[in-house]
């Protein structure tokens, strides 16, 4: 159990108070399957009376100074640094990531809070030259209105300051649903924001077990002025389609079908520490996490030496257990899904170089896998994975590597190692993809705009962008001068 009792909450949130649910349903660890908690089970009713509460508190809080709502949100990220330890573990216990990746989250969920608090101060209008002599022309920025978040469950805390930070910093009012496999990191951020004195009802959080019934209610409601939604590309479309019946703002952080290129000229034991970053970070269950490798011929058989080699020594176990780099897959449907690409691949020609079914320890671990002799007839080449496997093709030509990697509905994250200074630019402005990460592994941080092209979403979060999502532009114009 949490370290810290006080955070483990199992009432929601709504209005500033801490409320039951008629019914409730159970989070459980994925590295055992115990009960960690029951939390309400709320449904529509609850999700209207969340928007009322985010509508009340709205008018109030876009009327505070920018520097009174940035000492809020600073005390908030005081506040999550404070229990970054047991915010840790409380996510790992209910996700199954390793310890030292919560700890790596909590940092990286934190910085958006301390970035967006910074933020808050410099949301600036503009005046522009006027189209007579006698009229000026004024650009106000406001605030968009209520924000639903819906957030999944693979980064439990991130997800959600993400988008409330950069919300709450320009004065707009939340109704965050978290994922029903991780709604306790959801409502410890919610403890700690109350702490840090956040007025009752501009941060809202239900929990749900039937993200369905709640998301309707979100995308429909006339109140809600804007959806902000991390998650698979099937239920971000239904969104999406049910937003345009109230017109309604839409940020999208969808799936994707990361490429990792490796060309000849590459430094090879930095793109293998790349790959495994990549790829293998929170058991390859990231929408930037490598789907599939691209290796140039020349390098080729020894890249995938080096991969499997040190892919072989990834331990994997719980979470909380020491030197344990790969946790649990967070339930069993993953689990069959990255065997169905696997036994896919393999009957197609595929050829196992390690790794490849569950894991002995049983429940949902499985071996990280390495396939070689991948084709573009496989599912690993079309579909995301979300899983622990690396599918391995072998390409000739860059002009066939940016083809390759370009073939595919998704546009989020590539990666791709290479020296030739020629080669990176033409690349990098090749690759279809909202993010590119040149010679580099990982590529999230708070000051970058974060998202995707094509099917991998609309918007972006991180940097000054994401904060330009949560606003209105106004234009005055003052005539009769
Ligand atoms: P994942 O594959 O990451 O679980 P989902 O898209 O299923 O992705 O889930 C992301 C979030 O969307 C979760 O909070 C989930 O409860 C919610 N969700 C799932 N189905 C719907 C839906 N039909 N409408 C709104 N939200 C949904």
Redesign the pocket.
Known sequence: MASSPELLMDKAYIDGQWREGARTFAVTNPANGEELARVPDMGAEEAREAVAAAERAFPAWRKKTAKERANLLRRWFEEIMAHQEDLARLMTLEQGKPLAESRGEVGYGASFVEFYAEEAKRVAGETLPGHGVDKRILVFREPIGVVAA?????FPLAMITRKCAPALAVGCSVVV?????TPLTALALAKLAEDAGLPAGVLNVIT?SR??E???V??TDPRVRKIS????T???K??LA?CAGTVKKASMELGGNAPFIVFDDADLDAAVEGALASKYRNSGQTCVCTNRFLVQDGIHDTFLEKLAARVKELKVGSGLEEGVVQGPL?NQAAVEKVQTHIDDALEKGGRLVCGGRPHDLGGTFFEPTVIAEVNDTMRVAREET?GPLAPVFRFTTDEEAIALANATEFGLAAYFYARDYRRIWHVSEGLEYGMVAVNEGILSTELAPFGGVKESGLGREGSRHGLEEFTELKYVCIGGL
């Open positions: 819906i957030t999944p469950w693979n649903k978290p994922a029903e496999a749900a993200g369905a709640v998301g309707e979100l995308s939604f991390t998650g698979s099937a239920v971000g239904k969104l049910q967070i979300f």
